[in-house]
């Protein structure tokens, strides 16, 4: 087939599934087209771009107007000797302009947003009982008799091709027979991930419940009430006043979101700590029916929790990991096909699961594109921006763009552990080491997608394995419904060693 044809079929394939042609319904085509992500360097979108430098100006513009006034009333005070503050006039002026150095002072330290910092954080590890592996999950899905012949074979195709090993971790309740989700099983499961994660970070940060005045809660599918963080807060007895928000419905990029909405809390209480717990509940996800599109959460979701300890005290500088320097969130919920491509429905027979397009791919990749070149005016180099712009400017035509170097503004990234299928799209179209996609790759082998948790084991594997040095930036990507893709970048405050805790280290015996 001619590109020009399968072009055709293409599109004429997409108007019949969106129904936007009304006469579509007497044409059949079977054409099937493989998703990928958009090629990253074939285009660039400036509108994009010109948002970073938005971001940029906005949050830096202090930084570029406040050195050059203060040095011009420094050197103004400066040519005043002893003998002209014995003059009158000389004097009122000496102190009109040392009083108005004094407040641009002020008004420069109050202006400065203070740093977030990350104390520790704690990925929690589930009991053996609760391991799994892909012939074990067959298996019990077989016996479970929930699933016809067609949807196992999906299942074990997938798993197949997943990524995934086979010592991830899974509530194996899910298969009993004639499963429906409840309450209790979702409630059950999280409060063990979630308390879990959470004592094992108050014992390393030695941080007191009752000092921590900002609880962010993140969990895709469960929604309780008492909310997630209640629950919490009911558990570990924490202060009454606590400014406490519980997130839903945002995916896995939901992790990156609390990171944000903690930070900012952060600015507006000084001297304070920030819990972030970011979870799902894969009990309360999970899908016993056979529509082959909703099938493929069970596959890849599996159990996991993770909890973050920010703060902003400026002594906490000394013994925090991480400051944080960067977050950009980019949402495509304005187009149709990104708002579609992952939701959560019920099939013909009333039960509850997450339906995933077949455009998540492609879908995934623009908000990805879109995120990174919004984020690359904050983390690149000066001399890789000047050769974009350059080559922008006075590149000929029909060739493509030059497309920074994002290898340069990061030592390491965590990307969201989704599958193996979109770890390999996105290292081809990134250009990518293996060395950088190690984290993410070793991550879904072993723990499977726990979500917004996931990007966190990742973090903790490069923590134990001793690649963090002292100045090194790591960018953490995740993807989440809506659709989201959002990133963070920290940097490493000092050498990061091996953890008394971490998820990773039984594996070592």
Known sequence: MSKENEQFSTEILQRGVENSDPN??????SVRVRPRLPDFLSS?????????YGYLISHRLYLLLAPPLLATLIAHIGKFTWKDLYDKHDLTETLFISALLCLMLYFYIESTPGSTYLLDFSCFRPSDEYKISKAEFIQLAKISGNFNDTAIEFQERVLKKSG???ETYMPKGVFRPGYRTSLKDGRQEVSMVMFGAIKDLLAVTKVKPKDIRILVVNCGILNTTPSLSSMIINHFKLRHDIHSFNLGGMGCA???TAIDLAKDLLDAYPSTYALVVSTEAVSHSWYSGNDIDMLLPNCFFRMGAAAIMLSNFRLD???AKFELKQLVRTHKGMDNRSYKSIHQREDSERRKGLSVSKDVIEVGGHALKANITTLGPLVLPVSEQLHFFTNLLFKKKKTKPYIPDYKLAFEHVCILATSKKVLDEIQ??????EEYMEASRKTLERFGNTSSSSIWYELAYLEFNSRIKRGDRVCQIAFGAG???NSVVWKALGNVGRPEQSPWIEDEC
């Open 428 to 433: 081809k179209n990134l250009e990518l080491t």
């Open 317 to 319: 500088r000394w013994r």
């Open 164 to 166: 995934i090993g086979d």
């Open 24 to 29: 579509f319904g007497t044409l059949n085509f």
């Open 44 to 52: 660039v979108n400036l509108k994009y771009v010109k948002l970073g």
């Open 254 to 256: 939901a992790g990156i």
């Open 483 to 485: 659709f989201m893709c």
